[in-house]
C-alpha cells in the first residue's frame, strides 16, 4: 500500500466542523490577503479556493447569506456573474490560463460542499495540464504556493479593475 502524506488536509477536516458559513465568517473590508480574498465589489467577492483542484482556482460568492440563484437579488445576481467574466479574463491575463471550469454545484447531491450559501468556482485550465501525475499517480500537482497566487491575483484584480474603469461596486466611473 502507497502513503501519501497530506497534513495540510487536516485543517480542511476540522474546518468542516466549524459553525457557520465559511463565507459569511471571512471579514470583508476590500480585499484580505490574509482571507484569500482577491477582490471585493459591494455585492460580491472573488477568493482562492483554499483546497484547489489547479493553480488559480477561485471562488465567486455574493456577500450575502444565499442558499440558491432563485433568491439572489438582481444586482447581487449580475454583479456575480460580472465577476466569474473578470475572473476569467483576470486568470487569462496573470495565469495565461487557455480555458476555464467555471460551475455551480447547488445542493449536497450535486457535490456542493458548502450547501446553504450560493458560490461559483472558476477554475483555470492549461493545455497538457493533465498529466501522468493525476492519471497514473492519481495526484494532483498545484506549482506555487496559495499565498504567493493570492498575492499575484490580489494585485492584478486591481490594475485589471483600475484599467477597465471600474470601482468597487463594479460601476463605471
Sequence with gaps: MNTLWAPWRMQYILEKKERGCIFCRKPRKGANKSK???YEARHAFVMMNKFPYNNGHLIVAPKRHCPDLAGL???????????VRTSVQVLEESLGA?????????GRVAGAGVVNHVHL????RWRGDTNFMPVIGET??????LE???ERLHSDFLQFTQRKGTRKGGRKR
Design 73 to 83: 437579488r438582481p444586482r447581487e445576481f449580475g454583479e456575480l456573474f460580472e465577476l
Design 148 to 150: 504567493k497566487t493570492c
Design 98 to 106: 487557455h480555458g476555464f471550469n467555471v460551475g455551480i454545484n447547488l
Design 140 to 145: 494532483k500537482v498545484i506549482p506555487e504556493y
Design 121 to 124: 468556482h472558476v477554475v483555470p
Design 36 to 38: 484569500l480574498i482577491v
